[in-house]
């Protein structure tokens, strides 16, 4: 129980669907998104938060066939392969994007404080 709570202090960000955290052992950041859970290193992570923001949403809005309703979502270097709704896309993307919107806040901040200290 007390691994969990160590996770839980490092959650980077959460949202109703998900959460991410950063694990400093590994220098992973971990997503968990409707039960799935999946690391990236930070490079890989970026790689795979830009994919997920390339999907054209209006697109598949627009489109009336069934094949437009979901999407699959793959990140083959970490095991990430998923049909995604239209909703769960914009969920993830929100989860994605709140991440790495955190990182570089945090980013921001050590850059700050350590020259504050100089």
Do not use: P, W
């Amino acid at each position: 129980m007390s691994e969990f709570n160590q996770l839980k202090s490092n959650v980077l960000f959460e949202t109703a669907n998900g959460y991410s955290y950063q694990c400093d052992l590994t220098n992973s950041i971990f997503i968990n998104f409707v039960g799935t859970t999946s690391s990236y290193k930070v490079q890989d992570f970026l790689i795979f938060q830009r994919k997920v923001n390339s999907v054209l949403i209006l697109d598949m809005l627009y489109d009336l066939s069934d094949q437009s309703d979901a999407q699959l979502i793959e990140n083959t270097k970490r095991n990430f392969s998923r049909t995604l709704t239209i909703c769960e896309i914009v969920q993830l993307r929100e989860l994605l994007n709140g991440t790495k919107f955190t990182l570089n806040l945090h980013s921001l901040l050590n850059v700050v404080l350590t020259l504050e200290e100089a």
